[in-house]
């Protein structure tokens, strides 16, 4: 999958349309007449703003929107709404509508694919192709049943108005529709900029070092590369502790849920006739075999030092920096191998300039982005922006976000500024010739700091 843009309409802090593009103004056709997608696509693109101006609205939007694609038809089916986010800061975007479109390439083909959500559910949803003109494969709209299709996905059936016909394609496998949808789901990341964004990431790491799909050679290169001073990487096992298990199977057998059997077969189905209210709510705590089993994995970083025995340093002990970029470095690893699009949360945070040139890097140098793996990061470092930057950005590359004095984000590209071929951006930005800076009022603090008062 290769992303070519992205429109949303009232999302969190997004309220009017906004659309991130990831297309080459040299492309002016909906199909290609010569070259391929990567020649007119950029490989990376990058939203630059002050705090709260929404940069991570426009993340989440891209989530969300993928989310639902993935789980309206099932985990969302048991939650007593609709799940939506919209704009909130004024008497009628929360009953409006939210508007959601892809355009994309799969199969060296041309897609567009939308949705609009209100709080009842899907109000509309199409799915186009353009292998020349645009033909329609999907189009629902609220009320009009069934949904209307190509001859080819009847078997699609009944669609409720709270879930989306493409996630439904995904549940039963249709033949069109799923190998589309599966492309547009699992081509996609985040990297978030939070604790427990992170240490999810870590755990995630230390599994897939014990199950063997993810190399320890992998990720100490990857440490090295930013020049931490680990030079081995373990994972340390433990069993959880007695008090812990015990809790849990009882909070389990509270809920009446059966642990799932790790072998996927084999496991006892609660028998329907059993007199639910007879089967004790907490037992004597006697562990099953499922949570005997039951350990923790935790990193252990071996450091380099004068002494032969030095002891490894748990993820605990740490800083910042190593975990930000390990965090990150593995999902930006995995994405540069197989293609598809990472979206990172504020890219700059805890790491030295010298890293992030380093990560960009690797997305624009087509001898090591053979899959044309494509990146959307936020970040507040106009490093990046400046001539000291290794990586050079095309105004159609940066992006600006900025916030009305209503809360509304509002988005330019930095392609809609006029200015001479060797214009010293980062210095144009932070000067406030583009927008998406802060507006500071310093003597509000020295007012608070001297009378007591603001």
Not at 182 to 211: N, Q, W, Y
Not at 254 to 266: C, I, M, Q, Y
Request: charge should be negative.
């Amino acid at each position: 999958m290769i992303l070519l843009s992205f429109t949303v309409r009232n999302h969190k802090s997004i309220r009017d349309e906004v659309t991130i593009d990831f297309m080459k103004s040299s492309l002016r056709t909906l199909a290609l007449k010569e070259g391929t997608w990567a020649d007119y696509t950029y490989p990376l693109v990058g939203i630059f703003g002050p705090n709260a101006s929404g940069k991570s609205a426009v993340l989440d939007a891209f989530h969300y929107a993928i989310a639902a694609v993935k789980y309206s038809s099932t985990a969302w089916q048991a939650r007593p709404t609709f799940t939506r986010e919209p704009f909130k800061l004024d008497a009628h975007s929360g009953q409006a509508s939210s508007f959601y479109v892809f355009q994309f390439v799969h199969r060296e083909h041309r897609y567009e694919y939308g949705f609009e959500v209100d709080a009842k559910g899907v109000a509309s949803e199409w799915l186009r192709e353009a292998p020349l003109r645009w033909r329609t494969l999907l189009e629902r709209h609220r009320g009009e049943k069934p949904v209307k299709t190509q001859r080819a996905l009847l078997a699609l059936g009944s669609v409720s108005d709270r879930e989306l016909a493409l996630s439904r394609a995904l549940v039963i496998g249709d033949d069109v529709l799923a190998p589309i949808a599966r492309d547009l789901t699992d081509s996609f990341d985040i990297v978030s900029v939070k604790d427990v964004h992170r240490e999810s990431r870590l755990r995630s790491i230390a599994e897939s070092l014990v199950d063997g799909s993810v190399s320890p050679l992998d990720i100490e290169t990857l440490l090295q590369v930013a020049d931490i001073g680990i030079q081995k990487v373990t994972v340390e096992e433990n069993d959880l502790p007695a008090n812990v298990r015990k809790a849990l199977t009882q909070f389990r057998r509270a809920l009446k849920v059966e642990p799932e059997n790790d072998a996927g077969d084999g496991a006892d189905e609660p028998d329907p006739s059993e007199d639910e209210t007879e089967r004790p709510v907490i037992d004597s705590g006697e562990l099953d075999e499922e949570d005997s089993k039951q350990i923790v994995r935790n990193l252990l970083f071996t450091h380099r030092g004068e002494s032969a025995d030095v002891k490894p340093f748990s993820v605990a002990s740490e800083s910042d920096g190593t975990i930000a970029w390990l965090a990150l470095m593995v999902p930006v690893i995995d994405t540069l191998r197989n293609g598809g699009l990472l979206l990172v949360d504020e890219l700059d945070s805890s790491l030295h300039p010298h890293l992030l040139d380093v990560v960009l890097g690797l997305f624009t140098d087509p001898a090591l982005n053979r899959n044309h793996a494509q990146l959307l990061f936020t970040s507040h470092e106009t490093y990046v922006l400046s001539p000291l930057s290794d990586t050079r950005l095309a105004p159609e590359q940066v992006w600006l976000t900025d916030k009305s004095y209503d809360g509304v984000t509002e988005l330019t590209c930095l392609a809609d500024f006029s200015q001479h071929a060797d214009a010293n951006v980062a210095k144009r930005y932070l000067a406030g010739r583009y927008g998406g800076t802060p507006r500071l009022a310093p003597s509000m603090l020295a007012s608070l700091l001297v009378t007591g008062e603001a």
